[in-house]
């Protein structure tokens, strides 16, 4: 990709870092490079985990990124902003309060900071056939899809790859329907969980 201006540019180094350490994702985006498509245009969102999503959004506000919803969950929240032309963004972190005791977000944020990102989402037009085709390539996913066959969102993660032994990254894959453009909070908790389990059988 060549980015053009401030906020193509912001995000696509993101991109190149996460890519550089989630071999999933490598193997997508060279995929799709072999075929002149590139991975940007398939990117459906981007996640980070930070300990103030209000402080850590204010770089891509700046750029052009808008506030669209929050979304919550039992120990975490998330707010989702979006920009034309870029994936969403999607923010999490831990509530402040004892509500976030139990959740995932506060250790890892404290073990790989908040400038980096945990995940992309890749948008896929049939999951069941992606997850075949990667895990033909050695690529391992988490639990099971989130979402039922023909609804409007369908996801799942991969087994996060590791850095020092410690949990740093996954992919996720997202197929969608009906222009639903969304998240939807129990998939989403889901996915979170998914990666506490491991492997699928």
Not at 119 to 128: G, L, S, Y
């Amino acid at each position: 990709m060549r980015p053009v201006g401030e906020l193509e540019t912001a995000v696509w180094r993101l991109v190149e870092d996460y890519l550089a350490n989630n071999r999933a994702a490598r193997l997508m985006a060279e995929g799709l490079q072999d075929i002149g498509v590139g991975i940007f245009p398939v990117l459906d969102h981007i996640t980070i985990r930070t300990l103030s999503i209000d402080r850590r959004a204010q770089a891509f506000e700046q750029l052009g990124y808008t506030w669209t919803e929050t979304i919550e969950y039992d120990d975490w929240y998330a707010k989702v902003y979006r920009a034309q032309g870029c994936p969403a963004l999607f923010i999490d972190q831990a509530y402040d309060d004892e509500r976030g005791r139990t959740s995932l977000i506060p250790g890892w944020v404290k073990k790989f900071g908040d400038q980096v990102l945990h995940h992309i989402a890749v948008r896929v037009e049939d999951i069941e056939d992606s997850i075949r085709r990667l895990e033909a390539k050695g690529v391992k996913f988490a639990g099971s899809i989130v979402g039922e066959p023909g609804a409007d969102l369908r996801q799942i993660f991969t087994v996060p790859e590791s850095i020092d032994g410690e949990p740093f990254s996954v992919l996720e894959l997202t197929e969608r329907h009906r222009g639903f453009q969304g998240f939807s909070p129990p998939q989403a908790d889901s996915l979170m969980q998914s990666t506490r389990a491991g492997s699928r059988a």
